[in-house]
């Protein structure tokens, strides 16, 4: 395989002329350009994209910090932020912290020492210090990190209004919500509430269950859901993210009950999986689309050298009905 150096012998220049015609710095005649580029065409010579961006203090590189990549909202996001990011000269590294401050802290050592352009934060179980040592441009996604961060998120308040409507049209009793770790700072909390507020100035009770650090695994939310919905029988109705609500429909259908007719059953997310489920689902859909454009707009803006602090509310929250809700 050719290298630098054999271009600048047949070429006839330095290594150090050779390096400046790939970076474009300094005055080159064409002359020279002609004869570094001839002697790279016969030999085949393919530059390191790497060591280009770095000799201009630039890798081409985000991080991107995700709690747990095989949850569905984390796959779709991944999925769609690399395309994003591809789209606009990026390379993505995805760091899976599986929900564990020891990876997640060497993660962070990882994208510090390979310098990496920026990065974009989805994981909560470090202090807030550990993200602003880094001294890169930060975005969160869905989660809360400093007020120097700016976090971009979906309008979770018009989510959980939206969520809460097929309870109070299809005259639910008693609605269970399955939500997530108050500990954790995200603005998900939000629909969390408002949820459960608007329930409430209906008259409809609300059962709020907060799943803990260790169980948000396929294991723990069957385990729940059966005991939930077996401790209290005047429940009619289930809210959650949509992997969570396919188990829930899993259990009742098993039961022998009737779905919407014994149960009203409400997804979030609007990830593949809601689109499997039968009966199909009702749901409120994110924009993930819109959340992964937006995030990578704000993360390049900071990149060049905007001063963002600010979140960014993305709205398009929308209402998709399936056969659930009544």
């Given at each position: 395989m050719a290298t630098i150096k054999d271009v600048a012998a047949l070429s006839g220049v330095s290594v150090t002329t050779v390096s400046r015609v790939l970076n474009k710095r300094g005055y080159i005649s064409e002359d020279t350009y002609k004869k570094v580029y001839d002697a790279m065409a016969?030999?085949?010579?393919?530059p390191n994209q790497l060591a280009r961006s770095l000799s201009k203090q630039k890798t081409n590189f985000i991080g991107l910090l995700v709690p747990d990549v095989s949850h569905p909202f984390f796959a779709e996001m991944?999925?769609?932020?690399?395309?994003?990011?591809?789209?606009?000269?990026?390379?993505?590294?995805?760091?899976?912290?599986?929900?564990?401050?020891?990876?997640?802290?060497?993660?962070?050592?990882?994208?510090?020492?390979?310098?990496?352009?920026?990065?974009?934060?989805?994981?909560?179980y470090l202090q807030t210090s550990d993200y602003k040592d880094l001294s890169l441009p930060l975005v969160a996604m869905d989660v809360f990190l400093d007020e120097s961060i700016p976090s971009v998120y979906s309008n979770h308040i018009r989510g959980g209004k939206?969520?809460?409507?097929?309870?109070?049209?299809?005259?639910?009793?008693?609605?269970?919500?399955?939500?997530?770790?108050?500990?954790?700072?995200?603005?998900?909390?939000?629909?969390?509430?408002?949820?459960?507020?608007?329930?409430?100035?209906?008259?409809?009770?609300?059962?709020?269950y907060e799943l803990k650090a260790d169980e948000f695994d396929i294991s723990s939310y069957c385990k729940i859901i059966q005991k939930q919905l077996d401790s209290h029988p005047e429940i009619d109705g289930v809210f959650s993210t949509d992997i969570v609500v396919s188990y829930a429909i899993?259990?009742?259908?098993?039961?022998?009950?009737?779905?919407?007719?014994?149960?009203?059953?409400?997804?979030?997310?609007?990830?593949?999986?809601?689109?499997?489920?039968?009966?199909?689902?009702?749901?409120?859909?994110?924009?993930?689309?819109?959340?992964?454009?937006?995030?990578?707009?704000?993360?390049?803006?900071?990149?060049?050298?905007?001063?963002?602090?600010?979140?960014?509310?993305?709205?398009?929250?929308?209402?998709?009905?399936?056969?659930?809700?009544?």
């Open positions: 016969e030999l085949n010579y393919q991944t999925h769609l932020l690399e395309i994003s990011l591809f789209n606009h000269g990026y390379k993505l590294i995805l760091c899976n912290t599986q929900r564990n401050d020891a990876r997640e802290q060497s993660y962070l050592d990882m994208l510090r020492q390979n310098k990496v352009d920026g990065a974009i934060v989805a994981t909560h939206l969520a809460a409507r097929p309870f109070i049209d299809g005259n639910a009793h008693c609605v269970l919500q399955i939500r997530g770790d108050s500990d954790i700072k995200s603005p998900a909390w939000m629909r969390h509430s408002v949820f459960a507020d608007e329930l409430l100035e209906h008259n409809i009770e609300c059962i709020d899993k259990y009742i259908l098993e039961k022998g009950k009737k779905i919407p007719d014994d149960y009203i059953i409400v997804g979030y997310d609007g990830v593949d999986i809601s689109n499997y489920v039968y009966p199909s689902l009702s749901y409120v859909r994110q924009p993930f689309e819109k959340l992964a454009d937006t995030i990578v707009d704000v993360l390049l803006r900071k990149i060049n050298g905007e001063n963002l602090t600010d979140d960014v509310v993305v709205n398009d929250v929308r209402f998709i009905k399936g056969n659930t809700t009544r």
